[in-house]
């Protein structure tokens, strides 16, 4: 069956689904495989749960069903079909992907232009080679524009998410120390970043560029760009400030634009959020109510404030930049007592022991600080000291936790997903 014959299947359905937990009625239902899981093996219960039809690709199976129609591979029609989707609308695409702060620029962005627009955006951490295509295969009629969030671990990996999702428009937030080891170092980081703008450079297209970050004004050389910084040059000049409840607030037009995200390092993420609200033409009361309507969530900058302490959660994921910028940021804040509590940083590849080194270095003459770390990287750094405390894993500070209550404190959690630091929240 060709794409076209998928295409109008597809029209006629109420939706993709790659999972029987949670598809709807007359779905079109893509037998999709991983490392734990093999969709071909819910061929049956699709159907009995209201499949329109089946995509499935197992090569000893045959299925008589009418609603099942078989291929060569279903991930590989999956992107297909979105890429022929994507073909039938002539609409602003928005890629956007980076080391770091890509999931709250994207979410930023989001809530700023849809102020004015019918926004369909990437959803969660849909970011992969499976979530793009889902996202795309989202974009209706009624959509205006679109945000679609690129991650990726290996070079060539932005570059297929961008010939499916094929962005007129693009961002990179930065280039930092993530995914080391699948990039082989910060030099395949940036090069496998770049493929945005080399795909939009190809597509004469428009960057969107942080004018203070020099490897963004190197590599955009030769396109189109907007910008945003402390540069004169910038299309829109950046001014920040912290508010008393040490809160970001940014300056447009000498009128203060608060948000609701702590931190400098979120400063990037809110200009750039403001810049395209203004290539976009937004006015300035659209793009406050963006950024003032956004509130950060899911272990990503997020504030929760409990019956005993205020606790900035970012433990959704970290890097060695994320983790330096959010600890820079930590031991600013004043009038408080401060807890770190740390955990390793996973993917860095063989300078993992010396990166963990840098981040205990920076934090373990700081008089301030009481510090917990969690993991077996930063315990073979482990030492005997009255303000930190290593833990092999969550569990075990838990169980300290609870024996040893900690009141009235401001506590960063910050770590690699893995970790799973946010189980110690319930305790804190």
């Known amino acids: 069956m060709e794409i076209d014959d998928i295409y109008s299947l597809f029209s006629k359905s109420s939706g993709i689904s790659t999972d029987t937990r949670t598809i709807n009625k007359k779905n079109l239902f893509f037998c999709l495989k991983g490392e734990n899981f093999n969709g071909n093996s819910f ?3 699709a159907i009995d749960l209201g499949a329109s039809f089946v995509i499935y690709d197992e090569k000893k199976l045959y299925h008589k069903s009418e609603k099942t129609i078989k291929v060569k591979n279903a991930l590989e029609t999956l992107q297909l079909l979105a890429k022929y989707h994507r073909s039938k609308f002539k609409i602003p695409i928005i890629g956007l992907t980076g080391s770091n702060g890509k999931t709250t620029s994207k979410e930023l962005i989001n809530s700023v232009l849809s102020q ?9 951490n849909f970011n992969n080679h499976i979530g793009v295509p ?9 959509t205006d524009l679109a945000i679609i969030e690129m991650g990726a671990n290996h070079l060539g990996e932005i570059d297929l998410l961008c010939s499916i999702a094929d962005p007129n428009i693009g961002y990179i937030t930065n280039f930092g120390k993530a995914h080391l080891e699948g990039f082989g170092g910060i030099e395949g980081v940036v090069k496998g970043k770049s493929e945005l703008y080399e795909y939009i450079r190809q597509k004469k297209g428009i960057v969107l560029v942080n004018n203070d970050d020099s490897i963004q004004r190197e590599k955009s050389k030769g396109i189109k760009t907007f910008s945003f910084g402390k540069s004169k040059k910038s299309n829109y000049l950046t001014h920040n400030t912290t508010s008393n409840e040490s809160l970001c607030e940014a300056c447009l037009n000498d009128k203060k634009i608060k948000s609701n995200l702590y931190g400098e390092y979120n400063f990037e993420n809110i200009n750039a959020s403001i810049a395209m609200g203004i290539y976009f033409d937004l006015s300035l009361e659209q793009i406050k109510n963006g950024i003032k309507n956004y509130i950060p969530k899911n272990n990503r900058s997020e504030m929760i404030r409990t019956k005993s302490n205020f606790i900035l959660a970012d433990s959704y994921n970290a890097n060695p930049t994320s983790m330096k ?3 820079q940021s930590f031991i600013k804040l004043r009038d408080t007592k401060k807890i770190l509590i740390l955990g390793d940083m996973h993917e860095i590849g063989k300078t993992s022991i010396i990166e963990h080194k840098r981040i205990l270095n920076s934090i373990k003459k700081n008089k301030d600080l009481k510090i917990f770390l969690v993991g077996k990287i930063f315990n073979q750094l482990k030492f005997n000291s009255e303000k930190i405390q290593f833990f092999y894993k969550t569990k075990e500070l838990i169980s300290h936790l609870k ?3 900690i009141m009235d404190c401001t506590i960063l959690l910050k770590g690699s997903r893995k970790i799973n630091l946010e189980k110690v929240i319930p305790f804190l």
């Open 134 to 142: 889902l996202t795309i295969l989202e974009i209706n009629r009624k």
């Open 43 to 45: 061929i049956n219960q």
């Open 403 to 405: 024996k040893n209550l």
């Open 116 to 124: 004015k627009f019918n926004v369909t955006c990437t959803s969660n």
């Open 325 to 327: 910028v959010s600890i």
